[in-house]
């Protein structure tokens, strides 16, 4: 049996975490330029670099 330093199984989660929130940042601000894309507001541009 292999034996895992201490320390390697919470490194490995924060980068799987990490990888994680950055996958749904860039699906939420997509989703957020989608469905602001066609107000008739000008302020509405800028609320998906905000949310």
């Known amino acids: 049996m292999k034996s895992i330093k201490p320390g ?3 490194s490995l ?3 799987v ?3 994680t929130a950055v996958v749904f ?3 939420w601000m997509g989703m957020v330029f ?3 894309r066609d107000s008739p ?4 541009r800028f609320f ?4």
Do not use: E, H, W
Request: positive net charge; glycine residues 22%; without cysteine.
């Open 48 to 51: 998906p670099f905000l949310a």
């Open 34 to 36: 989608s469905i602001t």
């Open 17 to 19: 975490g990490s990888i």
């Open 41 to 44: 507001f000008g302020a509405t």
């Open 8 to 10: 390697r199984g919470p």
């Open 25 to 27: 940042g860039i699906f």
């Open 13 to 15: 989660q924060g980068f």
